[in-house]
């Protein structure tokens, strides 16, 4: 049983057009290799729109508005628990760059069950399949 505090996380959902970028994980990283949505951890003293800001910058050299909410949910990993907010988000300025990942595109969420995505983005991307955006 994981006593610990789960990590707070946030991450981007950002649109272009009917698609949405998702990013690869490095391969020497935790889940090396699977998809997910750009972010990162809240570091001590940011709020959540101002790491994910950071994360986007750090990340894909880009900068983003923060807008509402899409979804918020908690996921147990085996070396940690993830407590993931996922924020509707906007580039305001830059194209995304491989800083950090090893492929950046943009997919349809008819194109969800061609890639490989990290276990925590389950409910998101059914919700995302299902139309729900």
């Not at 391969?27 to 001590?44: D, M, Q, S, T």
């Not at 709020?47 to 750090?58: F, G, H, N, S």
């Not at 908690?74 to 300025?93: F, K, S």
Request: hydrophobic letters at 40%; proline letters at 8%; one cysteine or more.
């Amino acid at each position: 049983m994981d006593t610990k505090k789960p990590v707070s996380v946030v991450a981007a959902l950002i649109w272009r057009g009917d698609k949405f970028l998702i990013c690869r994980r490095p391969p020497h990283k935790a889940r090396g290799g699977l998809y997910e949505f750009v972010g990162g951890k809240v570091e001590p003293g940011e709020t959540k729109p101002q790491a994910l800001i950071r994360e986007c910058r750090e990340e894909l050299a880009v900068t983003v508005e923060v807008r509402d909410v899409f979804m918020e949910l908690v996921h147990p990993y085996p070396d940690m628990t993830v407590d993931l907010t996922l924020y509707n988000a906007r580039i305001a300025q830059g194209e995304p760059q491989l800083l950090e990942h090893t492929d950046i595109r943009y997919i349809h969420p008819s194109e969800i069950p061609d890639y490989a995505f990290c276990p925590a983005d389950k409910e998101i991307l059914e919700r995302l399949m299902e139309g729900g955006v």
